[in-house]
Every structure is written in structure tokens, then in C-alpha cells.
């Protein structure tokens, strides 16, 4: 049986919303940084494969299991970016207002009707290093972004994006009303569901 898992993220937005969202499951999740891991080196060209990366390293630097998170936004009218390198946009450590500003700056002259969006998040939840068969999950909120930041809470780009169905971005959402629908809500609770009989 399973008593901790590491977190592969030094990431403290994705940190605390982790948290939220699991407060509600009996898991003892481990920030990496807790136990002395330094952050990976994301080589990977898709979501999929930077999680593996992050999940093996945290896994080999301590020997437990671990549960990595890549995660980011999907412009359509950008073909795609910044996607894998969402939270370096504007460059390394730069930060989200850095980021924001060159993502309006990027849809300047793009009308309302082509500034589709979404976020994606997959975790990837590995028992060992060695793990031959990582858990993949994901989730996915569609939306679009907006012209000017809205909204205090959240982190990374939800001052701009606004989700799909609601007249609000993602920043004017409690936490509650976020997590329930939000890319990282649906793949948590996905593992959630699955991770029991992973483990069996």
C-alpha cells in the first residue's frame, strides 16, 4: 500500500491548488521541494512526455511514487503555443504578468470569433523510476481569451481566459467553482477514480 506520494512541482500555484482539490481524499501528497528535489529538465515536446520526465525524476531523486503535473494553454489562432511552454512564455522566470502581457500583445489584432482557447493537463502518476506503465489522466477547459485581465484569483493565464458557457474568466471564479470544472479538477479526479485499482 501506497502512503506518500511525492509531487512533482515546485510550481506554488499548482502547489495550492493541489491541495484544494485533494483536501477532500485521504492522500499524502509530498511537494518535491519538501524533500530537497530540484525542479526537472522539461525536453519533452507534448504534455505527455514532460510529465513522465518530471514523475521519473522526482521518483528516482527520492525512491517514492510520484504524481507530475504538465499542464498549460492552447491559442488557437497561435497554432497551438504557448502550450508545453506556457509558464516560460515571455521567457525563464519571467512570471505570469510577463507572460499575460505578451499573450495580449500576440492577439492585438485577432477578432473575438478566432481567440478560441483551452487548457489541457495530464498527470502521470509512476510506483517506481522503472514504472513500465505510468497512469495517464487528463482533463481539458475550453474557453477564450479575453482582451484585458479580469479577476483576482487563480494563477498563470486565468486573468485572460474565459471559460466556455460562463461570462467570467477563470480569475473571477472561486476556487471551489474552478476546480470543479477546470482541466486540473477533471484529471485529478480522474486518478482519483482510477488510482485504487492501479494499485490493487
Not at 504557448?82 to 502581457?101: F, L
Not at 484569483?153 to 474568466?169: A, C, E, R, S, W
Request: hydrophobic share 40%.
Amino acid at each position: 500500500m501506497i502512503d506518500q506520494i511525492v509531487l512533482a512541482s515546485g510550481n506554488q500555484g499548482k502547489l495550492k491548488e493541489f491541495a484544494q482539490i485533494l483536501k477532500a481524499y485521504a492522500i499524502d501528497l509530498i511537494p518535491q521541494t519538501q524533500l530537497g528535489v530540484t525542479d526537472a529538465d522539461e525536453t519533452g515536446l507534448t504534455f505527455v512526455e514532460n510529465a513522465i520526465i518530471k514523475a521519473r525524476h522526482a521518483c528516482e531523486a527520492t525512491g517514492l511514487p510520484a504524481l507530475a503535473d504538465d499542464s498549460g494553454l492552447e491559442v488557437d489562432a497561435l497554432l497551438g503555443a504557448p502550450g508545453i511552454y506556457s509558464a516560460r512564455y515571455a521567457g525563464e522566470k519571467k512570471g505570469d504578468n510577463a507572460n499575460n502581457a505578451k499573450l495580449t500583445e500576440a492577439l492585438s489584432n485577432t477578432p473575438d470569433s478566432e481567440r478560441s482557447a483551452r487548457y489541457r493537463c495530464v498527470l502521470v502518476f509512476m510506483r517506481h523510476a522503472k514504472d513500465p506503465m505510468p497512469l495517464i489522466c487528463q482533463g481539458t477547459l475550453e474557453g477564450m481569451i479575453g482582451h484585458t485581465p479580469q479577476g483576482e484569483q487563480g494563477f498563470g493565464y486565468d486573468p485572460l481566459f474565459i471559460v466556455k458557457g460562463m461570462d467570467k474568466t477563470a480569475a473571477e471564479l472561486t476556487p471551489e467553482e474552478k476546480h470543479a470544472i477546470s482541466h486540473r479538477g477533471q484529471a485529478v479526479r480522474e486518478f482519483m477514480e482510477k488510482i485504487q485499482g492501479y494499485l490493487n
